[in-house]
């Protein structure tokens, strides 16, 4: 499933961009490109993806002399990847308890009905008490394929569920959801007939539809393997009722994927959910913060403390400065930035925090790496380049004592030591299909540590023992 790897290999033409040691306009455009393929490989709209290059272009050009090129890219690259996949607002979510309507739409076979019952079953497993309404009159048998699926033997749950139909779609909606409403269920389900966005009587009926049952979420359904025309069609839906969320249906086929990037930039509406099967079971949430996770591979012990700890709208920038390859120098210095962050980031990974016993320290280690050059800064080894007499020059140039350059060296190979031990057993996997990332990234957001890691450590407090002795061995 190429959107699940869409990730590696962003990371990968970045990598080679990291590897360049001169980064000149040629190094620049060949690593955008690269990016730019990939996206479109991947079935990400054009339009979208060239106001994207653009956008990066601008970023870098417009950089200040003597700025670093490669963080600029690098930079622009995450920004313009997070605005792509987080359209800034969480999709509205059910309340158990509370009525909520639900209506979703899509195009002709694109998965509504299945996804409809899908959906319901999904939270009657947390204890919701759904019914479905098929307003999908077009269709003869719809209602049948809705109330046949829990007799499926992987659906028996669903029984409980109630079936409402008549002939008027807006009529059967209304009535459907008043009657749903008075029997207190409390999470409504509206099924509609598929439309194509050339259907514009079909499109004033979904209207009329949407306005006469206020919905409190209407979710675009979307074949996975709709491809490039997915921008232009979510549009389609955007302009005619408020998509507020959307479901990627048949990721268990061979579709690219990159659609779903475009309709989440068409409907700035989040994908919630992936449909990878004809069962009903066949239905996994997406986090747009698992799928960045993953975008930013093996930064994501990183990637989940930040989650916790920072806020939403500073995220993408601290997550940016984490992501740049092994940690050097420079990291540590860019991420000092933002000691608020930083100190609950690692709180519990190596004590970078007693950098900042008091301002003073920080500022201190601060100037001496000011003081070293770009090499010594974004080297993954600068204790090799950071000499004696280096040492002696950095002391000077920053106004500190040498052994307070040697003190900082002892904390960056501390440091080092235990971050690079640490990310190795944190391998993403490389081919998996979108299930075996999802697994796997789920057991990572809920705080488990994958066994490969475990075993080496011995378990989650061994890991948490080795964090405090890593604590407390590190100190400027
Ligand atoms: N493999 C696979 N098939 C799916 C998935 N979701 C739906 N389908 C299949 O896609 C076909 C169309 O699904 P429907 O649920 O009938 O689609 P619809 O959007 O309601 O169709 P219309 O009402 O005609 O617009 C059916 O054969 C489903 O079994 C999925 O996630 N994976």
């Not at 969320?245 to 690219?256: L, P």
Request: net charge positive; glycine share 6%.
């Amino acid at each position: 499933m190429v959107l699940a790897q869409l990730g590696e290999k962003i990371s990968c033409a970045l990598q080679k961009m990291r590897n360049s040691t001169v980064v000149d306009e040629g190094v620049l455009n060949e690593c955008i490109n690269e990016i730019n393929r990939e996206l479109i490989i991947a079935d990400v709209d054009y339009q979208l993806l060239s106001n994207m290059v653009n956008r990066i272009k601008e970023a870098v050009v417009h950089r200040p002399v003597g700025h670093n090129k490669r963080i600029a890219i690098e930079q622009a690259v995450f920004k313009e990847l997070f605005k792509m996949l987080d359209p800034g607002k969480p999709s509205f979510t059910p309340e158990k308890g509370k009525t909520s309507v639900v209506i979703l739409v899509g195009l002709q076979g694109s998965g509504k009905t299945t996804t409809c019952t899908k959906y319901a079953y999904y939270y009657k497993k947390k204890g919701f008490k759904p019914a479905l309404v098929c307003a999908d009159t077009f269709r003869a048998c719809a209602l049948d394929q809705l109330s046949k699926m829990h007799k499926k033997p992987r659906s028996l749950s669903l029984e409980g569920a109630r079936f409402y139909t008549v002939i008027d779609p807006v009529e059967v909606a209304v009535e459907g959801v008043e009657l749903f409403k008075k029997e207190t269920r409390d999470l409504i389900i509206v099924d509609t007939s598929g439309r194509h966005k050339q259907d514009n009587d079909l499109f004033e009926e979904l209207r009329q539809l949407s306005e006469a049952t206020k919905p409190d979420l209407v979710i675009f359904v979307m074949d996975s393997s709709i491809g490039k025309a997915a921008f232009s069609q979510a549009r389609a839906f955007k302009q005619s009722v408020a998509v507020g969320a959307v479901i990627v249906t048949k990721m268990d086929g061979h579709a690219k994927g990159g659609g779903a990037l475009s309709a989440i930039a068409a409907t700035k509406s989040p994908v919630i959910f992936i449909g990878n099967g004809e069962r009903v079971d066949d239905f996994e949430d997406f986090d747009v913060d698992r799928f960045v996770r993953r975008l930013l591979g093996k930064y994501f012990l990183f990637m989940n403390k930040i989650h916790e700890v920072v806020p939403m709208d500073q995220q993408s920038e601290l997550l940016q400065k984490c992501s740049k390859g092994d940690l050097s120098l420079r990291m540590i210095f860019e991420l000092s930035s933002n000691m608020d962050h930083l100190i609950q980031v690692f709180s519990k990974l190596p004590k970078l925090v007693e950098l900042d016993r008091g301002k003073e320290g920080m500022a201190k280690a601060k100037a001496m790496m000011n003081s070293m050059t770009n090499e010594e800064l974004d080297s993954s080894n600068p204790v090799k380049l950071i000499n004696e007499s280096r040492k002696k020059r950095i002391a000077r140039g920053s106004g500190c004592k040498i052994h307070e350059v040697t003190k900082l060296i002892e904390m960056y190979k501390e440091l080092a030591k235990k971050y690079w031990s640490l990310m190795k057993g944190f391998k993403m996997p490389k081919k998996g299909d979108m299930n075996a990332l999802s697994r796997s990234m789920s057991a990572q957001h809920m705080g488990k540590v994958p066994p490969r890691i475990l075993r080496q450590i011995g378990s989650i407090s061994g890991l948490e023992d080795l964090m405090a002795q890593i604590g407390s061995n590190s100190r400027l």
